[in-house]
């Protein structure tokens, strides 16, 4: 059979078609000359075939009437990065020899309408969902191109798009495969009818959670796009333009549409020719932060910068950016609560003696530890520090020079160690040596290590994402891998996002996004430490990816005191697992069958996701993570049996580096 049928606005819901059977060609033209007549200004005929009905097998037998039709309708949402997802599906079912339209039909779930035409097999109903999803996301996915394309004015204005589509389908039967049809794309229909169908439990109780009803998707494109407006155009001072991991930095602002001015300590920065104004000021020397801010602060009235916030993503100019704050007037949590929180002991001993209220109180999370600036203190340290313990320094960055120390004379001689080889900025830059290379010990505390990053805004949590860590290479503290979202039990990941807030809150971060860094133990989540800022490395990215959500956009809008619109329980869109590079142990394939050229096409392909943290391939005792490559899947398993087998084709796994027990603790 062949539909005829007139399009356009004023057509909408009227069944103003004509059936043909294929073979009338003279019916079939006769119709379309005659709707041409009635048609209006951008109005068309569209002559369709017809799908007939699967003949689904009825639940209560063979039937004397006509056989059940199912007309499936999908609401898809554009969501980060202008990609499309699937939000909800409804139903219904009608007889299958009328036509089958949304307001002649009851609403229902896509698993209720196919059993109720005897498809009830689960995983029969798995793959005509899943066939739907990929349908409905292409179509939305093709109507974004055409926007693409096409001039502002042809869209209705610069800032129109099409963030929600509805997808009506037939369900026809193709090679004896169950498959969706597309038969029209609406948007007001297909959101009644799913609204219908969350009205049936209309008592708040009864009602379908909050995050799976089909308006959430687009209530989250709507809330991303007020922030974006919002910020169009903010002009925002960055203090320390951070190294080649932080590029997606200035990628974000020129998006976003922010006016952003740089003080940078190399005259010689990339991202000096990327900001509206660059302040080149030496501030490598953090001990002299409280004058430094009052100079910058006159640089900054000196010419003439209307500023709206400023903010640093950059571990050694946070103190130095809480300063300049204060002397601006600009928003920011206190030069006190950033010192806190940026020397590790003063951190852990401060919330040891915070017992509270509220209860529980941060000191449960604290763990011993003691300062150590000379030799003295060692020897004071290994008798007050329960060993084994682990000795870092306490302005540290990345993970250098921290170790698992088990005895007096391995504590003596690490810090032999650290204080020749690491003494200033220049052995090291970034790690935080400008702050000196005083060193703590801490108890070492035994369980699974956890990133929390938190978004707060006036002392309250707005988001929290939880990540899992893998098993370290004793007695080193590098990380090794990495999975999102958290595979710990609901209670447990709640406890760590507690902990975490908690810790925060009685260190005086009122206002930021933070990076908290915790292991869980039998006795509960125990504090490794505080980053007052977003978190690094792949951290942004895979949130970014995952939830959506761009913690820098947070970050920079806290800066300019606006409250994040943020969901307060986004759903992770997959699981991605990831491991890391070093030069130290991928020399060989970094330089090959894993070059940042492979790494590069791979991640452009879609195979893994790249995140490159150094620009150099230069081994050294003290080192970080080359880059971190991750990948993708609907389960945490998925996502680590296809970087496994990445891994083992790039060489990256080795004896010496065993990617599979570095990934097993994520099942």
Known sequence: MVAVKLSGWRWRGRQAWRLHPRAELGA????????????????????????????????????????????????????????????????????????????????????????????????QVAAVRQRVKAAAEAALAAVLALEAGLSAEQRGGRRAHTDFLGVDFALTAAGGVLTPVALELNGGLCLEACGALEGLWAAPRLGPAADEAVAAPLVETMLRRSARCLMEGKQLLVVGAGGVSKKFVWEAARDYGLQLHLVESDPNHFASQLVQTFIHFDMTEHRRDEENARLLAELVRARGLKLDGCFSYWDDCLVLTALLCQELGLPCSSPAAM???????????????????????????????????????????????????????????????????????????HFSRITRDLQGEADHPGIGLGWGNAMLLMEFVEGTEHDVDLVLFGGRLLAAFVSD????????????????????????????????????????????????????????????????????????????????????????????????????????????????????????????????????????????????????????EYEEPYCSVACAGPSPTEARLRLLGLCQGLGIDGPSYPVAHFLSHFK
């Not at 499936?72 to 219904?92: E, H, M, N, W, Y």
């Not at 009608?94 to 698993?111: I, K, Q």
């Not at 260190?507 to 125990?526: I, Y």
């Not at 869109?573 to 394939?589: D, E, T, W």
């Open 28 to 123: 079939v033209v006769d119709t379309v000359l005659a709707l041409l007549e009635k048609l209006e200004e951008e109005e068309s005929v569209l002559v369709e075939a017809v799908y007939p009905p699967a003949q689904l097998p009825c639940s209560d037998g063979p039937s004397p009437g006509p056989g059940l039709a199912v007309r499936i309708c999908a609401v898809v949402c554009r969501t980060q990065g202008d990609r499309p997802l699937l939000s909800k599906v409804v139903c219904g079912v009608g007889r299958g020899d009328r036509p089958l339209r949304h307001h002649n039909s009851l609403p229902r779930t896509l698993e209720v309408a196919l059993a109720q035409c005897g498809l009830g097999e689960e995983a």
């Open 339 to 413: 010192r806190l929180a940026k020397q590790k002991s003063l951190t852990q001993l401060h919330l040891l003696h915070h017992h509270g209220p509220p209860w529980p109180a941060p000191s449960l999370h604290a763990v011993p530890c003691c300062p150590l600036e000379s030799e003295a203190d060692v020897e004071r340290a290994v008798h007050q520090v329960p060993l084994p313990g682990v000795m870092k320094l306490e302005f540290g960055a990345g993970a250098v020079g921290v170790r698992l120390v088990e005895d007096a004379p391995q504590c003596h001689e």
């Open 469 to 620: 860590n893998g098993p370290t290479r004793l007695p080193g503290f590098t990380e090794t891998a990495a999975c999102m979202p958290t595979g710990l039990a609901p209670e447990q990941e709640a406890q760590m996002v507690q902990a975490a807030f908690r810790c925060c809150l009685g260190c005086g971060l009122l206002d930021g996004v933070f990076n908290v860094e915790l292991k869980l133990t039998g006795a509960g989540p125990r504090l490794i430490e505080i980053n007052p800022r977003m978190g690094g490395f792949y951290l942004r990215d895979w949130i970014l990816e995952l939830y959506g959500v761009d913690l820098l956009l947070a970050a920079v809008m806290v800066a300019c005191g606006l409250r994040p619109a943020l969901p307060t329980r986004p759903r992770a869109r997959g699981h991605l697992v990831g491991v890391m590079c070093l030069v130290s142990q991928h020399l060989q394939a970094l330089s090959s069958t894993a070059s940042r050229e492979t790494l590069q096409a791979l991640h452009d392909r879609g195979l893994l996701r790249l995140n490159l943290l150094e620009e150099a391939l230069v081994p050294g």
